[in-house]
T-cell receptor, first 114, second 116 residues
């Protein structure tokens, strides 16, 4: 079955530590995205990538970094510079990097920083 | 900048009745897409329906229909014959079709609880 996998589902880290969230897709989609969701709120875009080895900042990129070395993978690193990293993180992909194609979402990773 | 507003934080609906979820948007672009997503208690995001700004007919997908009123900048979701499984958060989102990257701007969501 094609889809998007995110691991782990729950992640706990101590304050000041960097942490990397995994996102893999086997849908052969060109574009991939990372969103953050805080309790009771909508999603906000962190980073997106339309093609391998290229990515762009979204609305809330500060304190985060990404890489896109393979088409299937788009890991997100939450650095110690992120002031309030505890949140639900969702990865998504789409067949085209244009505004007409729906985005398919992974199951998400809930990050808690202690 | 684009903005999506969902004014209903939560609502109850009786099973088998229809429910309308409000969504208004703000953009100066002429080419945009409007999406609705469902987020059940499992936290996954499920795509429901899409409407392009140049589509003349309202989009429909099974029990979901989108009431698109371009002049009023509204894109309300109508769920007909509500089922218990429709209980979830619903998000309206917008993208700019001609802009680089399929970036979605989301509203704050509406929580729907279907009563038996």
């Amino acid at each position: 079955d094609g889809g998007i996998t995110q691991s782990p589902k729950y992640l706990f880290r101590k304050e000041g530590q960097n942490v990397t969230l995994s996102c893999e897709q086997n849908l052969n989609h060109d574009a991939m995205y990372w969103y953050r969701q805080d309790p009771g709120q909508g999603l906000r875009l962190i980073y997106y990538s339309q093609i391998v080895n290229d990515f762009q900042k979204g609305d809330i990129a500060e304190g985060y970094s990404v890489s896109r070395e393979k088409k299937e993978s788009f890991p997100l690193t939450v650095t110690s510079a992120q002031k309030n990293p505890t949140a639900f993180y969702l990865c998504a992909s789409s067949i085209l990097g244009t505004g007409e194609s729906e985005q398919f979402f992974g199951p998400g990773t809930r990050l808690t920083v202690l | 900048a684009q903005k999506i507003t969902q004014t209903q934080p939560g609502m109850f609906v009786q099973e088998k009745e229809a429910v309308t979820l409000d969504c208004t948007y703000d953009t100066s672009d002429q080419s945009y897409g409007l999406f609705w997503y469902k987020q059940p208690s499992s936290w996954e995001m499920i795509f429901l329906i899409y409407q392009g700004s140049y589509d003349e007919q309202n989009a429909t997908e099974g029990r979901y229909s989108l009431n698109f009123q371009k002049a009023r900048k509204s894109a309300n979701l109508v769920i007909s014959a509500s089922q218990l499984g429709d209980s979830a958060m619903y998000f309206c989102a917008m993208s700019m079709i001609k802009a680089a990257g399929n970036k979605l701007t989301f509203g704050g969501g509406t929580r729907v609880l279907v009563k038996p």
